[in-house]
């Protein structure tokens, strides 16, 4: 059957090429995916998860491999020192019906259904952590509390306990033994949906699930993935969504195409099907 | 399976070449005088009938592509010098006065610019045609001027390397004054002039019936005149060669310049994303590049990375 059956245009990109197109732009903007304080970036080798691949032009033009973030604060700590720590997304990957690119975990049904795609990531992060010396060296005393207490005479006033966030502005010495990693496998299930919104059509993503692996204790697992899904579906895929009908890419005034209406023939636009994802377009003249 | 596939069907190329009918309307005009004698024209070109055709051995048909010379006129004119007769005293004025009582009436003869003029009018009475098959193909260019720069630095000094797509005409057939359509033109306008003259106190429905019977007729002649033709066109697009010794030199320039100028390019790798002050362009290599025709649709294919 001709790939225009039921449209004038047609496109896919097969779940390879997305996966290729990923790996080299991890690859040419490693900055897009490592973030980590100034030992991090000075030194991309102490990551808890090292670029897979660097492509040589970003060594040669000096370009970052990673962004920097600010020094992790601590509540309640009066110093100008924070903790250094990095964060990283590799492994992106996605896979689109039907499922062979990975496997998805248990908790996820293991195969996609149809017209789903998964996204699977490894998030690394790691705190280099201060050792007792250090806190030792680095632990600033306030004003100790005098809990004098006079009859009949008014007691001075004291300095309440600071509960202030200080922005810091160095990190505590650093050092690389004490750089606590942990990397999660988060995995996470979409399908494009159609639905009616005041009386038109919108083309949305509709999270079907997620899933972080092995995190113990259970109830933690369940919580940090709660919070996920609830900051996916309420916060980030409700601003996704798109008006199907005014899509159109116009050339000029010469031409305009747009997407294939949704009919027996073309029951999904796009479609995840046969590990691509497939545009149905038409062209309209003005 | 290859990582991007794109296919356009043959609506879609018809759909493109029926705009490009609508949009496409070319026109000049201009002037020049030798002495006496002044030419004036007014000249443009607009896309008549014709359509695309995808063809189940790899190529693109462009099926009798009408170019209707509209507007298409010339006018003629002659200016004569300016003569100035009359205006002498016929009554001079008695002595001792000086001037005249009485003159002739001055007529000034050919005073306009041009005095006489025609305008020969062929506005949509001509037509050329142009029939072909072409395949398209798909090569990857090395830059010379890239020598050992990276990609990068290439794609900065735009000395990338490309990927070239060229039209490879297999058969040309261009009928300079399409004899089928330009006579059925002809006959068309006069027909009109006639019905329009003799006609004229019947109501517009009568003359539309009158029409009716003579353009049936009128394209009758046309399909019989364009009989030679289309079994020149069919007999070229069967063997896949120009026949004829016009269409034979036509087929060797078009081949010519096919092989000169790709019809679209792009560079390789292709820029997914821009720099960003000094974050480097992310550039995507574009592997296996190729374009498949059959009797239903094109269909370009590409791997990445």
């Known amino acids: 059957m001709a790939l225009t059956n039921f449209c004038d245009v047609f496109a896919s990109v097969h779940e390879n090429g997305f996966n290729r197109i990923i790996e080299q732009v991890a690859a040419q903007r490693p900055s897009l995916f490592h973030y980590g304080t100034s030992s991090f970036v000075d030194n991309p080798s102490l990551l808890c998860c090292k670029p897979a691949w660097v492509h040589p032009e970003v060594i040669k033009r000096g370009n970052p491999i990673v962004t920097r973030i600010p020094y992790l604060p601590i509540p309640g700590y009066v110093g100008n020192y924070g903790l250094e720590f990095n964060f990283s997304l590799t492994k992106l990957q996605i896979d689109f019906y039907p499922t062979n690119k990975f496997s998805l975990p248990a908790e996820l049904g293991t195969n996609l259904n149809k017209q789903c795609f998964a996204i699977k990531a490894a998030a690394c992060a790691g705190i280099a952590c201060p050792d007792q010396k250090i806190l030792d060296q680095f632990i600033i005393y306030p004003e100790p509390y005098r809990p004098t207490i006079v009859i009949g005479k008014k007691r001075k006033e004291q300095q309440p306990a600071s509960t202030e966030i200080k922005t810091p502005q160095r990190g505590f010495p650093f050092n690389r033994e004490n750089v606590l990693c942990f990397s999660l496998e988060l995995y996470v299930v979409l399908k494009f949906e159609m639905e009616m919104w005041n009386g038109e059509p919108v083309l949305g993503l509709k999270l079907q699930n997620l899933e972080i692996v092995d995190i113990k204790p259970e109830g933690l697992e369940n919580s940090i993935e709660c919070y996920m899904r609830s900051t996916l579906r309420l916060g980030i895929l409700p601003q996704l969504r798109v008006a199907f009908n005014s899509i159109a890419l116009t050339i000029g005034d010469f031409i305009s195409i747009v997407p294939t209406p949704i009919s027996a023939n073309v029951p999904f636009n796009p479609s995840v099907d046969n590990d691509t994802i497939s545009v149905f377009l038409n062209l309209q003249t003005p | ?305």
């Open chain 2, 1 to 305: 399976m290859a990582h991007i596939t794109m296919a356009a069907n043959e609506r879609a190329f018809n759909k493109l070449v029926d705009r490009v009918r609508t949009l496409f309307h070319p026109t000049t005009s201009g002037s020049g005088s030798f002495g006496p004698f002044s030419v004036s024209y007014n000249a443009g070109v607009r896309l008549g009938s014709g359509s695309i055709d995808l063809q189940s051995n790899g190529t693109v048909r462009l099926d009798e592509m009408d170019i209707v010379y509209d507007p298409l006129n010339v006018t003629f004119g002659i200016d004569i010098p300016t003569v100035t007769i009359g205006g002498f005293c016929i009554i001079p004025k008695p002595w001792p006065w000086s001037g005249c009582l009485l003159r002739a009436p001055t007529i000034t003869l050919f005073g306009d610019n041009p005095d006489a003029s025609t305008t020969i009018n062929f506005n949509g009475l001509f037509q050329s045609e142009i029939s072909g098959a072409f395949s398209v193909d798909p090569r990857y260019f090395n830059n010379p001027l890239k020598g050992t720069l990276t990609d990068h630095d290439a794609h900065d000094l735009g000395r990338a390397n490309e990927w070239q797509l060229y039209l490879n005409p297999d058969w040309v057939d261009i009928d300079i004054i399409d004899v089928a359509d330009t006579v059925g033109n002809i006959l068309q306008a006069i027909a009109d002039g006639i019905i329009d003259a003799l006609l004229g106190w019947a109501p517009g429905w009568a003359r539309d019936i009158v029409r009716a019977i003579l353009s049936f007729t009128i394209d009758s002649i046309r399909a019989a005149l364009d009989l030679g033709d289309d079994i020149d066109e069919w007999l070229s697009n069967f063997f896949g060669i120009s026949l004829g010794l016009f269409d034979f030199v036509a087929g060797a320039v078009a081949d010519f310049f096919a092989s000169q100028y790709p019809i679209f390019q792009f560079e390789d790798p292709l820029e997914i994303l821009p720099g960003s002050g000094a974050l480097i362009p992310i550039l995507i290599p574009v592997r296996n590049l190729n374009v498949a025709v059959d009797d239903s649709e094109m269909t370009i294919s590409a791997d990445v990375g």
